[in-house]
């Protein structure tokens, strides 16, 4: 069992439901020549089911007690356990060239948006991702343009990723119960991505900007990095407002801004040579 109480500030609430974890497992599907990245494993409630199928798993856990008893919890010298923050692994080191990774975790809800964003920077390692957070989050994922939970998440997942809403998960399902309802989704990175790496990067960074004066028209939230001309000769108008641009209309956006200030795109990623940019 546990070394200790639930550490709140790890966001630790573990699954204790059987229904539920076999219902995660029934939509992840494991098989054995998969390889999945698990966040914060815990005391090893999907861990050992996903081992079970002969699978391969990286398992990353910052609290360092459940990081060294996990080995003993699964049994098994498939799982490789690494104490460490998943907001700054190195993804990339994981796979081998050919190989795409599975990511599966019961996110920690207090980091669960950081996570995202930087899952989102290794798109093109992933075969897929299954993730449980916070409901409103996933909302936030999954919002319409025009939606007041529309915003910068919502875009940079829409540019990589499908989204598939699973099940939800009430708060009786863990130890300790959080406060708030769950649920369970996948992503699915786009198979031929929708824009170049440096498109993609113009994107991220005129989204934050603009989301980061949500009550701003673009041509004013923009000021300083697109000129009111650009946003129009990219076919957009600059009086809208972010949340009222839908996805296509951000790449629209970028594909032009990418053209006329090609500065705009950060390099410099930590993705492995051999994954297609
Ligand atoms: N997977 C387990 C389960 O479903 O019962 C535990 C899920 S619990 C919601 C979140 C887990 O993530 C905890 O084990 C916690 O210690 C770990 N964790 C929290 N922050 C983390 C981080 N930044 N990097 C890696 N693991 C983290």
Redesign the pocket.
Known sequence: MSSGRP?KR???????DGNIIRKIIAHVAPAASDHFV??????????RPLLASGARLDA????RD?ARELPGRVATERCTVHC????N?DFGSLATPGEKLRLV?????N?STP?LFHFLHYAPVWRDLHV?LQKEVGERMAAAAGNKTYGRLTVALALRCRIDQLFGISPGS?NPPPQVDSVFLRLVPHPVPLASADILSVADRLVAAAFGMRRKRLRNGLRGLVAEAEISAAGIDPGLRPEQLPPAGWLQLSSHVARVKPELAKHGNALPEWLPS
């Open positions: 550490r790890f966001g630790q609430h573990f699954l204790n698990e966040i914060g494993p815990g005391q090893g409630a999907i861990t990353i856990e910052i609290d459940l460490a923050d998943a907001l692994f975790g019961n996110l920690p809800y980091v996570l449980m863990f």
